[in-house]
């Protein structure tokens, strides 16, 4: 069996659910995946066969842990299948010029921390009004109203496609079972 950790930063909370999500399909497709919040604890990689990194775009940045715990461990992961996830409402919109952001942003993190995953992905997030403070709540409605997003601050919105998050999370799986199988490993694909 293979054995995938999943790490992640978030701020309001929805990264937290896209790695439980990974987690569970991981699971479901034969790895053994470990699901760990930056914040609390900072895990090596010894005994891991591949590596998922999820964090959220706050203001064109992601969680400073996450930047950190990347850095620490750059070369152990330059041996390793990995995926770098960034999550933000950019991959919700579909002109050039925001796609070339949500590329650049991905493009200037890895840049910065010195690691080349084998895939990178942007997912998209979620507007979690409730969880807001009211200076954020007014700030976010001012950006979502601007992109033409959805306004109602009574309620939350989750944009993720959960479907095609498992697809990803599938994939991965396979592609870690492939390499280990390749170095001489017992797993095989699913
Ligand atoms: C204060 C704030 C700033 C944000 N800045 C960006 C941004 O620069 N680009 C972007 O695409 N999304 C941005 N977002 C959207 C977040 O990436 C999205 O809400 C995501 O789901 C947050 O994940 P988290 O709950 O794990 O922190 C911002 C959200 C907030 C609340």
Same mark, same amino acid.
């Given at each position: 069996?293979?054995?995938?950790?999943?790490?992640?930063?978030?701020?309001?909370?929805?990264?937290?659910?896209?790695?439980?999500?990974?987690?569970?399909?991981?699971?479901?497709?034969?790895?053994?995946?470990?699901?760990?919040?930056?914040?609390?604890?900072? *895990?090596? @990689? &010894?005994?891991?066969? /591949?590596?998922?990194?999820?964090?959220?775009?706050?203001?064109?940045?992601?969680? !400073? $842990? +996450?930047?950190?715990?990347?850095?620490?461990?750059? *070369?152990? @992961? &330059?041996?390793?299948? /990995?995926?770098?996830?960034?999550?933000?409402?950019?991959?919700?919109?579909?002109? !050039? $010029? +925001?796609?070339?952001?949500?590329?650049?942003?991905?493009?200037?993190?890895?840049?910065?921390?010195?690691?080349?995953?084998?895939?990178?992905?942007?997912?998209?997030?979620?507007?979690?009004?409730?969880?807001?403070?009211?200076?954020?709540?007014?700030?976010?409605?001012?950006?979502?109203?601007?992109?033409?997003?959805?306004?109602?601050?009574?309620?939350?919105?989750?944009?993720?496609?959960?479907?095609?998050?498992?697809?990803?999370?599938?994939?991965?799986?396979?592609?870690?079972?492939?390499?280990?199988?390749?170095?001489?490993?017992?797993?095989?694909?699913?």
């Amino acid at each position: 069996m293979t054995r995938i950790l999943i790490l992640y930063g978030t701020t309001d909370g929805h990264t937290a659910k896209i790695a439980r999500r990974l987690g569970d399909t991981l699971r479901a497709r034969g790895a053994d995946s470990d699901v760990v919040n930056v914040a609390h604890a900072t *895990p090596r @990689l &010894a005994g891991y066969d /591949g590596v998922i990194v999820a964090a959220s775009v706050h203001t064109g940045t992601y969680q !400073p $842990e +996450v930047r950190q715990w990347v850095r620490t461990h750059a *070369p152990a @992961l &330059a041996d390793m299948p /990995g995926a770098f996830i960034s999550v933000c409402l950019g991959a919700l919109q579909h002109e !050039p $010029e +925001v796609q070339q952001e949500v590329a650049a942003t991905i493009r200037r993190f890895l840049a910065s921390v010195d690691w080349e995953p084998t895939i990178t992905k942007a997912v998209a997030g979620a507007v979690l009004y409730s969880r807001y403070g009211w200076l954020k709540r007014w700030l976010m409605r001012r950006i979502v109203a601007k992109a033409g997003g959805d306004t109602d601050t009574s309620r939350d919105y989750e944009y993720t496609d959960w479907a095609d998050l498992d697809r990803f999370a599938e994939g991965f799986a396979d592609l870690v079972a492939r390499r280990l199988a390749e170095a001489g490993g017992y797993a095989q694909p699913a």
